[in-house]
Structures are given as structure tokens and as C-alpha cells.
């Protein structure tokens, strides 16, 4: 790390030299050898560098935020079946909860992208007609799910309920209970 920084010739240390001392690292010795920012950047502190500190904890943050919210949202969304789709509205509903009881801005702003590219997948999975009437019903149905959930997330499992014992709804579906 200190070669490195010495390589680099610069007096302070901030994202872009964390991120060049990371790969040299990662280059010579592999992904393990590599340490956190924070760690590189106490080390470089030590050794008489100047830090710009707001830099480097933003790019520690972007990675434990990404690390954290990636793994949350990956798979989360499954529309192969009505079941499923309700199934995962409801734990994008409990994450919602989770993360307005937090008071996380930007996870309910993941979570409300998350849910709006699931919605924006079904209408043009449905558009392109080569899926089979059913499907595309299937799709559109669960899309206008999406649309109530992001609108009033409060009132879905109500509005669900008598949604699926609508006329209209057991005439175009058969659900297997």
C-alpha cells in the first residue's frame, strides 16, 4: 500500500487513490489481500498522508450500502404465478415497513424502483404478444397489482382480497386453492 501511494506521488488521499492502491493490491496479491478503504486509508494516515476524508467515507458507505440492499433485492420479485407475485408484494411491503420505521430514504427509493422496473418488465412482457393470451392477462394483472401497492400500500390487502373474488377477475383466472 505504501509503494503504492508513494507511486502515486500525491500528498492527500481520497476515492480515486484508494481505488488505484485497491487494484495494484488486488493485481499483485488478489481480491483477499484487499482491505476496506477505511482500513487503507488509516494506514496511509499513519504513514503521513493527508486525507479527504468525506470522499473516502462515501466510497466505504456506497460499498456496504450496495453490498447490503443488492442482496435484499436480489430475487425478491417472482411474477410466475399469482401466488407468487402476491407473494413477493407482500415482502416488498414488509421491507417498506422495515425501512419507514428506519426512516431509510434511500432504501424506499430502491424499493420503489425495484418495484416500478418489476411493473415496467410485466407491461412489456405483455406488449410484445408472443407469451400466449393467458399470460399476457397474467401480466397485465399483476402489473396493475404493482400499480395499487406503489399508489396505496395500505389499502393493497384489502383491495386484493376483493380483487380476487371480483366477477371479472374469476371469470379471465382459475386459481388453484
Known sequence: MIEVWEELDCENIGAKEIISIEN?????????AVDSPMVIARLLADEGAELRHSEIMKLFLERNQETELDALFRNILNFDTFEKALASIRNLENIRKKFSEDDDREGLRLLRETALQGKKDLISKAAKGNIGHESELMDSEIANWLTIWLQSPDVFEGWIALRMRSPDFKKNFTLDE
Open 24 to 32: 495494484a493490491i488486488r493485481e499483485q496479491f488478489g481480491e483477499p
